[in-house]
Every structure is written in structure tokens, then in C-alpha cells.
């Protein structure tokens, strides 16, 4: 509207100024450069709609949605190293978006290149998903570098520039005809002029306040989305409480995060109420099944001392009477032998279940908080196990920064770590072939990661999802008692405050993932 307003007060102001041929082609200039600025200002206009008003929206939401797959399709795969890679090529967009810098755009390209090379041949699905994110990625950046980071650049630059000519010529013009006659045409061309510099400014920061106004609401809802889906912090709020549409979109928001925020909490504590509930139950479960597992050595015991009692009056029978039964007493003396063997094992077996039953409630409280060396923690333990890995049996490999240190109980780690020998000692070793093993830990996002990976006959895939249950073992008849993967879980999530997961792939092997996320490191 205003523009058409000032088109007819340019018209007028031809009309009055006919005669006068230099003021006409300083005002046919000045046309000129006011079509420039409104076809800048519909360009401007244009790639701003381009990029997108909102966060799912125009190249920008295209991006985040490529950006969103590539991430959840790493997040589910093993492989640290394309993480890590991954993690290093957001990174260098985020400095990008942050410095306005386009070093930081060759960097991305370096590590996409190297990357993408690498994925084609080893990973197609993560190629593709690369690919996908890069071109998502570049043509955001190219729409950005197109409007301008700052008014030094895109077509930021040229609306100033524009600006700045139009007002000069304006004056330029207003310079003219202050040197004109200064009768009554001379004042209505002033007045017209004015009018013309008046409708153009107030057009133009129209035109910028509404971008601003617009820019700045996109803004605080991008903002506070991307800070909720990083931070997973519902309590967080736009707090736009104007009536036009995107004012209405933040008071949307708002409310759709203060309803998750108490679904959260309700959610929260039912989950509270289910694990003490599961406690209770898991906690009865192993009672239960200790029961179960003491009772089968203990009857084997109680029948043997039977059997031994039965023998035994005979003897004194065959004595008594003065009979000279040697053959049979030989043959009841090698029963007993037999029993008493028999006993002696499930004794065994008994002693060992009271033993490793009681590491699940007693050891880990004798533990103290500390700082130490990880790599010499675990040295230290596989070198007190030297005796049970012969190198011609048994190769070790350990995959740990020297320099990292954590704060967390060493006891538990050395006892977690002699569990994860025995383990691939009892359970992985195959005969007559060399058992490698390998234990690494690596920092990522904050976490600390810790490996133990051997390449053994691996974990039957019926076990596998039940795997840190109390007394689960494919060993029951070789004296395996099956709680040491129990002592294992319960150690890495009551003491360290950790996750650990169990991973057997088909070609043979088993790998125990534990996870952090508690421990502080330097």
C-alpha cells in the first residue's frame, strides 16, 4: 500500500517537475533505485519463506530431519567410531552456525569426504543417510549465506547498500531543488519529496521491524524446542503471550510442554512405584531360586549319607558275626569312597553358590569412592589372573587411554573385571584354539564406555535376553553356578549407577557394554 502511494506522488511530482529535465532524470534515478530495493526485498522476502518460518519448515526443517535420521540411525548401531565421526561433523556445523566462519565449512566437508568414503564400501544405509544430511545441510547453509550472516553480507548487504544510495539520491535530488526557484512549485516539490522520503523510510523499517518481529519469535520457539530435545527439559517455555499467529503458536507450545512436563511426572512415578515393585519381586526370585539351587547338592548330600549309613551297619553286621566277607567289604568300601566323593562335590557346589550369593549384598559395601587410573586397574587385575591366561592359550589387548581417570569404587571394577575373565575363561574358551580378548573404554558425550569383547563360541541366543538373571548358565553341569552375570548387572546398576548390556554377534564372540553415565572422569 505504501508503495502504491508513493508511486501516484511520484506521478504527481513528474507532472510539476516536466520542465525541468534534471530533476526529472535525478527522480527517474531514484525510481530506479526504489524497484531495486523492493525487488532486494522480495528476494529477501523469498528466501526467508525458503528457509522456513518454522522448525519442521523449508530447508531448515528438512535439514533437521535429515540430521534427526542420520543420528537415530547411529544411536542404534555398535559402532563407536561412526558415532564419534558423526559427533565431529555436527560439531563443525554447529561452529559454522555459531561463528558465521567458512573454515569450519571446508572442516565439514574434510571429515564428510573421508567419511562417506569410508561408508560406501562398508555401510551403504549409513552412506546414503550422510548423503541425506550433507546435501540438507548444505543447502541450508547456502539459503543463510544467500539472505547474509550480517548486514556485511548476501543480500542483508545490498538492502543496506540500497538503502544507503536511495536516501544519498534522495538527498541528491532535495540538493537540486533547494537551488531551484524558491517559489510555490519549488515548495510543493519539497513537500512531495518529503512525503516520498517519509513513505520510503517508514516502508522500508516497516519492512525490517516485521522481519525482526517475525525473526525473533521463530527464534525463542526454535530455541526452546531444540533446547528441550537436547536437554529433554519440558519444564522450558516460549512464554509468547501475543495475539497474532506465531504469538498463538508459543502460548500452543507452552501449553503442549506444560502437559508433557505432568505426563513426565506422572510417568515418573509409576515407574518409581514399578521398580520398587520389581525390587520386591526380583529380590524374592532370587531367594526362591537360591532355594531351588542349594536344595538339588544338599539332597545329593543327605542321599549319600544314607547310602553310607546302609553300609556301614552291614559292615558291623558282616563283623560281628565273625564272617569273612573281604570281597564285600572291598566293594563297600569303594562305595563309600564313591559317596563321599559325591558329597564333597555338591559341598563344593553349595559353598561356592553361599559364596558368590553373598557378593551381591556384601562386598560392594566395603567399596570407597576414589579417583584411579583406569588402564592400570585393569592391568592390575589381569595380571593377579596370570596364572589362568598362558599366552600360548589366551591373547589380551587393552584399548584405554593411559590418561583416563575416573571416580568410582575400584573394588567393584576389579571385581567386575575378574567376573568378565572367568567368564570367557569358563564359558568362551574354545579347545585347541587361542581365545582373544580385548578390553577398551573410550569417553562419549559425557559417558564413559567400557569393552570387554573375546572371540569364543559366544552366548546361545535363548540365554542371551535373560542373560543377567540369577542362576542362568549353559555351564549347570560343569560347575557353573550362573550368578556371576547377576553379580555383574547389580554392581554396574546399584553400585556405579551404570547400564551394562550383554551383545553376541553370529559369527561367534561376546561383547559386555557397560555405561557411566554417573562418573565423573578427567
Not at 573404554?441 to 569383547?453: L, S
Amino acid at each position: 500500500m505504501h508503495y502504491f502511494q508513493f508511486e501516484k506522488e511520484y506521478s504527481e511530482l513528474a507532472q510539476l517537475l516536466i520542465n525541468e529535465p534534471k530533476v526529472m532524470q535525478q527522480l527517474s534515478t531514484i525510481e530506479s533505485y526504489t524497484a531495486q530495493l523492493r525487488q532486494t526485498l522480495k528476494r529477501f522476502e523469498q528466501y526467508q519463506i525458503k528457509l522456513g518460518h518454522e522448525a519442521d519448515q523449508g530447508v531448515y526443517g528438512l535439514f533437521r530431519r535429515n540430521a534427526h535420521q542420520l543420528q537415530g540411525y547411529v544411536q542404534t548401531v555398535d559402532e563407536p567410531m561412526l558415532e564419534l565421526k558423526v559427533l565431529e561433523l555436527r560439531r563443525a556445523e554447529k561452529d559454522f552456525l555459531l561463528r558465521h566462519d567458512h573454515a569450519y565449512i571446508e572442516r565439514h566437508t574434510a571429515i564428510y569426504d573421508k567419511l562417506y568414503a569410508r561408508l560406501q564400501l562398508d555401510n551403504p544405509q549409513a552412506a546414503l543417510l550422510l548423503k541425506a544430511y550433507r546435501q540438507g545441510f548444505l543447502s541450508y547453509s547456502a539459503v543463510l549465506t544467500e539472505i547474509g550472516l550480517n548486514s556485511k553480507q548476501g543480500l542483508r548487504k545490498q538492502l543496506d547498500e540500497q538503502k544507503n544510495n536511495l536516501t544519498s539520491k534522495i538527498l541528491g535530488l532535495s540538493n537540486t531543488i533547494i537551488l531551484q526557484d524558491h517559489d510555490t512549485k519549488q515548495a510543493w516539490v519539497l513537500s512531495l519529496l518529503g512525503m516520498i522520503i517519509i513513505i520510503c523510510s517508514t516502508c522500508f523499517v516497516l519492512l525490517v521491524v516485521l522481519h525482526v518481529k517475525v525473526s525473533n519469535k521463530i527464534n525463542v520457539i526454535n530455541e526452546v524446542l531444540d533446547k528441550v530435545v537436547e536437554h529433554e527439559n519440558f519444564k522450558l517455555r516460549t512464554n509468547l503471550s501475543d495475539t497474532d499467529e506465531l504469538g498463538q503458536i508459543g502460548t500452543h507450545v507452552d501449553k503442549l510442554l506444560e502437559y508433557l512436563d505432568g505426563l513426565l511426572a506422572r510417568l515418573s512415578s509409576a515407574q518409581k512405584r514399578l521398580l520398587e515393585d520389581a525390587e520386591v519381586a526380583s529380590f524374592s526370585n532370587v531367594i526362591h531360586r537360591f532355594t531351588q539351587e542349594l536344595n538339588t547338592p544338599l539332597g545329593e548330600v543327605k542321599s549319600g549319607k544314607g547310602d553310607m549309613a546302609e553300609l556301614i551297619a552291614i559292615m558291623k553286621s558282616n563283623l560281628s558275626d565273625g564272617l569273612d566277607e573281604n570281597a564285600s567289604i572291598t566293594e563297600m568300601i569303594s562305595h563309600l569312597e564313591s559317596t563321599l566323593d559325591i558329597i564333597e562335590s555338591n559341598l563344593t557346589v553349595s559353598e561356592q553358590l553361599i559364596e558368590e550369593f553373598n557378593l551381591i549384598s556384601s562386598n560392594q559395601h566395603l567399596d570407597v569412592l576414589t579417583y584411579f587410573n583406569l588402564l592400570e586397574q585393569i592391568e592390575y587385575v589381569f595380571r593377579g589372573k596370570d596364572s589362568l591366561l598362558p599366552a600360548d592359550e589366551y591373547d589380551i589387548t587393552f584399548d584405554i587411554s593411559d590418561k583416563l581417570s575416573i571416580n568410582s569404587y575400584p573394588s567393584a571394577i576389579n571385581q567386575i573385571i575378574s567376573l568378565c575373565i572367568h567368564n570367557s575363561i569358563k564359558h568362551g574358551k574354545i579347545a585347541n584354539q587361542k581365545l582373544h580378548i580385548i578390553v577398551s573404554a573410550m569417553v562419549v558425550n559425557d559417558f564413559v564406555h567400557i569393552y570387554f569383547k573375546d572371540d569364543g563360541v559366544g552366548i546361545d541366543k535363548e540365554i542371551l535376553p535373560v542373560i543377567f538373571e540369577p542362576f542362568i548358565t549353559s555351564k549347570r553341569h560343569s560347575g557353573g553356578t550362573g550368578l556371576g552375570m547377576s553379580i555383574i548387572h547389580n554392581l554396574v546398576t546399584k553400585k556405579l549407577k551404570g547400564e551394562v548390556k550383554m551383545q553376541s554377534p553370529a559369527h561367534g564372540g561376546a561383547c559386555l557394554h557397560i555405561i557411566l553415565s554417573e562418573t565423573e572422569f578427567h
